[in-house]
């Protein structure tokens, strides 16, 4: 995201979907990370968690796309060992009643039930994973950038997919809250793959002692989305002006990385 520097910002030439997330969510936690770059004190092991589960999906679908074939069980467990290894175990700062181990078995269970569910074997062709896409998304500002995780086409379809793990099964409510994601996707993918009808998934992989895999169609809304590029003109116009503070919240603190630095800020 940052490509240079000057006394007070960042030279900024595009902006990560989930760096504008972070300062919407807290903008002080956004300047520890992007602007003054501090280390993280803990990382959450549920972030971690996520990110290891992930890398192991992302495997099966590369291995799906090069041969054609699933890969086996162990070979998902190899990459989100390899995930898992690549945090500083140090920093990792688990929730009650976690540890590496529980979280490795449930990581398995996960991995058995995608295994199983539709979501492993597309139909149609693969012609994205862990794709980048990069565009204007409100004139004035820098470009934004997002990653979706897979991307699936048949005929003029492509439908764009995003992996989520949930404690439990979404409900709709859920889902529309989550929608806005698909829909600044949808509209970067339309940029540069222009004349396709573009439809939403979320996959959504529960934590369950019985996990589940879901999918959830997100329709397209054109208001919801003008409303989004406003919010994330407002956030840019925020950012430019260095207007950064704390937003305390036990959703926000509880594994934040920056608590030392946000307690010694002074404004």
């Not at 979320?202 to 895999?213: E, G, Q, R």
Request: proline share 4%.
């Amino acid at each position: 995201m940052i490509i240079g520097s000057s006394e007070k910002l960042p030279v900024i030439d595009h902006l990560s979907y989930s760096a504008i997330n972070t300062f919407v969510r807290c903008p002080l936690k956004w300047h520890f990370h992007y602007v003054e770059k501090l280390p993280e004190e803990v990382i959450g092991s549920a972030l971690v968690f996520g990110s290891a589960v992930h890398a192991g999906l992302e495997r099966h679908f590369q291995q799906l796309l090069e041969t054609g074939n699933t890969p086996a069980l162990d070979e998902l467990l190899k990459a989100y060992d390899e995930c898992w290894k690549s945090y500083d175990a140090k920093l990792l700062k688990f929730g009650r009643g976690d540890d590496a181990d529980s979280l490795r078995e449930l990581g398995e269970k996960m991995f058995r039930a995608f295994r199983t569910s539709k979501f492993a074997s597309p139909a149609g062709t693969i012609v994205g994973i862990e794709e980048p896409m990069r565009a204007e998304f409100v004139p004035g500002m820098p470009e934004v950038v997002a990653r979706m995780d897979l991307a699936v086409q048949s005929g003029d379809e492509l439908t764009v997919m995003d992996f989520k793990t949930s404690r439990s099964r979404w409900n709709s409510e859920q889902v529309a809250q989550q929608a806005e994601q698909l829909l600044v996707y949808a509209d970067l993918a339309g940029k540069v793959i222009g004349g396709k009808q573009i439809k939403l998934q979320f996959a959504v992989l529960t934590k369950a002692k019985a996990p589940v895999l879901e999918l959830h169609e997100v329709e397209f809304d054109s208001a919801r989305l003008d409303r989004t590029k406003a919010v994330f003109s407002r956030v840019w116009d925020a950012i430019k002006s260095g207007n950064v503070y704390p937003a305390p919240s036990p959703l926000n603190c509880h594994s934040c990385g920056y608590q030392t630095a946000c307690r010694a800020w002074n404004g």
